[in-house]
């Protein structure tokens, strides 16, 4: 079946833009987690998706990052006033079903979004 | 709270072993271990749970120490297809999915 997608594949914008970056999960997935993945560096977790709402946000770098799930498939990772920091590969990652205690599951990744701020 | 990975880097011939190592400063409630080749997706390999567990399956297995907060990562025989980074994930007392990933370590396979 299909993987994790993300759209788009690269992304270059000038600093001050705004830009958006789309994830389309493994459908039926009910968790949805972003990462930020600088050069050489492992990923770096910025929000966790449960369905519709954020379960764990405490990885967004400050207000200018925002994330949204509506309808519980679908996120869209929203920076503002982008700086050059900012500049990374995005990475989604999507689980079948919400972590439990006592249970584990593995994070399927998607090729991520090459963001470049100019 | 970044878990520490070692070696950075390493060479082998085909047929060789490899130790990846993880370490944390904090309590584990399990560690997951991922394979990225340059320019893809993070491939998951395996997720062990504390308690002390090992797992494998081909010539790939791991082990973890949820005493000594550390897992290692056993690569037998390498394969050229072996090739790529490892990274290994944690997740702290609770399970929230949230995973904090190593540096990486570097692996490099060859003829």
């Known amino acids: 079946g299909a993987g994790v997608s993300q759209t788009p594949s690269n992304k270059v914008t000038e600093k001050g833009k705004y830009v958006e970056l789309r994830c389309d999960p493994i459908?039926?997935?009910?968790?949805l987690y972003w990462y930020r993945q600088s050069l050489g560096q492992g990923p770096e977790f910025l929000i966790y998706?449960?369905?519709?709402?954020?379960?764990?946000d405490s990885g967004l770098p400050n207000d200018r990052f925002f994330a949204v799930r509506p309808e519980g498939s679908v996120s869209t990772l929203k920076i503002q006033r982008t700086e050059r920091g900012d500049s990374a590969v995005y990475l989604c990652?999507?689980?079948?079903?919400?972590?439990?205690?006592?249970?584990?599951?593995?994070?399927?990744f998607g090729p991520g979004t090459r963001l470049t701020v100019l | 709270q970044q878990p520490v990975q070692s070696p950075q880097a390493v060479i082998l011939r085909e047929g060789e072993d490899a130790v990846i190592n993880c370490s944390s400063s904090?309590?584990?409630?399990?560690v997951h271990w991922y394979r990225q080749k340059h320019g893809e997706a993070p491939i998951f390999l395996m997720i062990?749970?504390?308690?002390?567990e090992q797992k494998g399956h081909d010539k790939i297995s791991a082990s973890f120490n949820g005493k000594k907060q550390q897992s290692s990562l056993y690569l037998t025989a390498s394969q050229l297809s072996y090739s790529g980074t490892y990274f290994c994930?944690?997740?702290?007392?609770?399970?929230?999915?949230?995973?904090?990933f190593g540096q990486g370590t570097t692996l490099q396979v060859k003829p």
């Open positions: 990652a999507s689980s079948p079903v919400p972590p439990q205690r006592g249970s584990y599951n593995e994070q399927f």
């Open positions: 459908s039926g997935h009910t968790a």
């Open positions: 998706f449960q369905g519709t709402g954020a379960a764990d």
């Open positions: 904090k309590a584990l409630y399990s």
């Open positions: 062990l749970l504390k308690g002390g």
């Open positions: 994930g944690t997740e702290f007392t609770s399970n929230t999915g949230k995973l904090i």
